[in-house]
């Protein structure tokens, strides 16, 4: 299926688009960040990804001030 915004005809579903699976949740990213492409995991695996515990983070959070390490 492809999605209308790549000049397919019909509107992708986001499960067909990225991965959303229980063992790659971001925790506080959960409500601005959709999982990785469901090819990206195809080709180069989930070893680089890890949960990134903590609040919530919304569309009004400042991601700047969050470190990641």
Not at 3 to 13: K, L, Q, S, T
Not at 47 to 59: A, H, L, M, R, Y
């Amino acid at each position: 299926m492809t999605d209308v915004a790549f000049g397919g005809g019909e509107p992708a579903i986001r499960s067909d688009i990225f991965e959303l699976v229980s063992h790659a949740r971001h925790l506080g990213y959960d409500l601005v960040c959709d999982g990785p492409w469901k090819e990206y995991t195809d080709i180069f695996g989930w070893d680089e990804f890890k949960s990134v515990p903590g609040k919530n983070v919304n569309q009004n959070t400042n991601l700047l001030s969050r470190k990641i390490n």
